[in-house]
């Protein structure tokens, strides 16, 4: 992962930021819970968000994030839990093969975090080997590069995806591609406007309840009719 992971201060900001944006955590959560299996291997758990959901309907949960303060916050939030582990882990770092060795897990979750992660395909080829056949891969990603700008530079993000680049990564590590959209129409134009034009490191906080207040009616429509684009890029994919 990137060697500028030095600034704890603005990446917890963020994830304070969209801890407290429940409807918006819902909506990821309603995108996506139908593929989550049994025991998962969450990795880039961050401060928890969505560890919490998972402890909640899993027999088995494994946690990983490179830094170490988030680790350690989980294993202490869930550390109770049956069947819960927690790791300070890089998932392309040979040791992960080691630790999942053992651990097989039916789901992985992977949420805004392989944009983080320099040499992705190694990443993704690590998150396959750990999956038992038949299982799934959870990935939530930060679409178009059009949109890059100085959020994705403060959160130390090396790219944004589109769907064939996605696809292309995944179908040549193994991967069978089930489901594949964007999401989040209204967050590219705000993210851009952000990022872009005002050169903003953190969306403000403001900004960010408001728009949770909007999206169950974005949720809606876009359960209806699939965007042709969105800030986000989630992708079900099948060992």
Not at 128 to 141: A, D, E, F, K, N
């Amino acid at each position: 992962m990137s060697s500028v992971y030095n600034d704890l201060k603005i990446k917890t900001e963020i994830q304070n930021r969209l801890k407290a944006a429940v409807n918006y955590n819902q909506w990821l959560w309603d995108s996506f819970e139908s593929f989550v299996g049994r025991r998962v291997l969450e990795v880039g758990c961050s401060i928890g968000n969505f560890t919490e959901k998972l402890v909640e309907r899993c027999d088995g949960v494994l946690a990983l994030d490179v830094i170490p303060e988030y680790a350690e916050s989980v294993r202490q939030q869930f550390g109770s839990r049956p069947g819960f582990e927690a790791f300070c882990l890089n998932v392309c770092d040979r040791k992960f093969l080691e630790v999942i060795q053992g651990r097989p897990v039916d789901t992985v979750l992977c949420q805004n975090v392989l944009e983080h992660i320099e040499d992705d395909r190694l990443a993704l080829r690590h998150m396959r080997q750990s999956l038992t056949p038949g299982g799934h891969l959870i990935l939530l990603v930060p679409a178009f590069k059009a949109i890059y700008g100085t959020m994705d530079k403060a959160d130390d993000h090396f790219r944004r995806y589109d769907k064939s680049m996605a696809r292309t990564r995944l179908e040549e590590i193994g991967f069978k591609i089930k489901r594949m959209h964007y999401m989040n129409m209204p967050g590219f134009f705000g993210w851009f406007f952000n990022g872009r034009i005002l050169k903003r490191e953190v969306l403000p906080a403001n900004q960010l309840a408001t728009f949770d207040k909007i999206v169950p009616l974005v949720a809606g429509l876009e359960k209806l009719i699939r965007p042709p684009f969105g800030q986000s890029l989630l992708v079900i994919a099948e060992r």
